[in-house]
């Protein structure tokens, strides 16, 4: 049998590396070998670690759409607390993942000001964001982590599911924003950054949901 090292693994941007027969104290090992400091994303389920390299692209649609949560949080005065890419595991259940972001927000108040996060303990995230799912791997830890809302953006088109049942389903309403249009919303906010940049889309995103929620309230 041969022996690699991590180091040795070069894996080429918006690529992915599939490891089968992963323990968790491998797990474990190659989590701290990773480093926190890194760029790549991570999602284990049931012995299989699925390594991944994103593209500046998926970056860059992770930051907006990251951006435009919170911006709907604040024109709606909704108190959250971000954790952005925290790696969420519990050994018992076989899982770990990464979200490209995550929000507390009904559970808020029970993770404030809390620098580790122990889900034995603490809930998990209330609504997370993922760009381009690329495996059932991190569908699975999703399901298994219990996420009761999770956004999906793929294919220029965002989808939301919501946790019914043990599974997810998918919805055209967001229960975070349910009387907001949410994926027409973010979606025109991606086309209108690619043609004039992220600055302008994401004030005109802002006044488009301030426009919204005052015709709402009339």
Known sequence: MVTLQLQQLDIPVGQRLLLRDVNWE??????????????????????????????????????LIS?????????????????????????????????????????????????????????????ALEVDVTSQTQLEAYLQLGIPELWVYEGNEL?????????????????????LPIPSLITELLEQSKKSGRSPALRNFRKAIKTTIQNLEK
């Open 26 to 63: 491998e797990f474990e090992a190659i989590l701290a070998e990773l480093g926190e400091h890194r760029s790549s994303r991570i999602a284990y389920y049931q012995g299989l670690l699925e390594i991944r390299m994103p593209l500046p692209k998926h970056e860059r649609e992770k930051s």
């Open 159 to 179: 989808k939301i599911y919501v946790l019914e049942s043990n599974q997810y389903q998918q919805t055209a309403i967001s229960p975070t924003f349910s009387k």
């Open 67 to 127: 951006d435009a949560i919170k911006m709907l949080l604040e024109e709606l005065e909704i108190d959250c607390e971000c954790f952005g890419s925290t790696t969420f595991k519990r050994q018992e259940m076989g899982y770990g993942i990464e979200p490209d972001e995550c929000f507390y927000i009904q559970n808020h108040q029970r993770v404030v000001g809390k620098d580790r996060l122990d889900l034995a303990i603490d809930p998990p995230p209330d609504l």
